[in-house]
């Protein structure tokens, strides 16, 4: 049995879709149809129905599909046994929001050169609305964004949170300590209006009964930074993206009296049988997570 056979027809079923599975296995949809036509062929049923341009499974595709999967996975534990271990699929699609790409990636990308030396990326920054559905459509493997990603065949799980803090100018924000009332005086800028900070913000404000503040809703950090260096007005940001920025730019952590909520971070990716390579990736990101200005001074050793 010719396993490309059962890698497609895997991938059509995990993806609901001909297309997207041809994408992710990098074929034509013919040449991914007729993978799946020659499988039916030589199992003599059908596995789909192709009524309609839906992927639907036959009670006959429905019990194979079970059998695809540990064939799949078989197919990997050989290749790492007969390998001793070596991850042999290299190409890892990742998307990730600004906050982790101006913290911790970085690192976490070098780390992951030294111990997968053919590794390739292809990274996509986005916001985490963009990076969940590109998760579930079998564009991206593995996703570090703001929400988990849901989904048949699709895992996620809580990587550590970013503590959140107000961010000025150092010659302009001075002050010893800022209260909620001092910030009224200011133009606030955090992410997206759909982003867990911009609620988290707006519901700060509420909750102490103080009159709603000036709040821009940027999705770029990099712009963000550039709005407080010209004296525009206060960023709330992840503060490991604000102290590794303030090496370098004219920037300040304010002393706040209330406690921030932190934005929480979710990794997703999609369980693939037939390679470890996600998953492996997750668990040294995990790592670098958890102490990103300590992952950001490796990366520039």
């Known amino acids: 049995m010719n396993l490309r056979f059962v890698e497609a027809f895997h991938w059509a079923v995990a993806l609901k879709s001909v297309t997207r599975a041809a994408e992710k296995l990098h074929v034509t949809q013919s040449a991914l149809s007729s993978r799946i036509a020659a499988l039916e062929r030589e199992l003599n049923v059908l596995l789909l129905d192709r009524s309609n341009k839906q992927v639907r499974l036959t009670a006959a595709g429905q ?3 079970g059998y695809a999967q540990k ?12 390998g001793q271990g070596v991850v042999h699929e290299t190409v890892l699609r990742v998307g990730a929001i600004e906050s982790v790409v101006h913290s911790w990636l970085t690192g976490w990308l070098k780390h992951m050169r030294v111990t ?14 963009v990076l969940v559905d590109g ?14 990603a849901a989904g048949n065949g699709v895992r996620a799980c809580a990587v550590a949170a ?4 107000f961010v000025g100018h150092k010659e302009l924000h001075v002050r010893r300590q800022y209260r909620m009332p001092d910030l009224l005086a200011f133009d606030l800028m955090t992410f997206q209006r759909d982003s867990q900070p911009y609620a988290a913000l707006i519901e700060m404000f509420r909750k102490a009964g103080s009159p709603s503040p000036r709040v821009h809703a940027i999705s770029s950090i990099s712009a963000m930074v550039q709005l407080v260096e010209a004296g525009f007005g206060v ?6 993206v604000v102290e590794l920025l303030a090496r370098r730019l004219p920037l300040r952590v304010l002393p706040f009296d209330d406690l921030l909520e932190p934005l929480q971070i979710y990794a997703s990716y999609r369980d693939d049988p037939s390679s470890p390579l996600p998953e492996a990736a997750l668990s040294s990101a995990m790592v670098h997570a958890l102490h990103p200005l300590r992952s950001f001074k490796k990366s520039m050793e």
């Open 116 to 129: 997968y030396p053919d590794f390739e990326l292809e990274l996509t920054v986005e916001t985490t609305p």
């Open 235 to 240: 960023a709330m940001l992840p503060r490991a």
């Open 135 to 148: 998760l579930q459509r079998g564009k991206l493997d593995l996703v570090f964004a703001a929400l988990p």
């Open 162 to 165: 970013m503590p959140i803090c």
């Open 71 to 82: 064939l799949l996975e078989m197919q990997m534990h050989i290749k790492a046994e007969m």
């Open 63 to 65: 019990r194979f599909h």
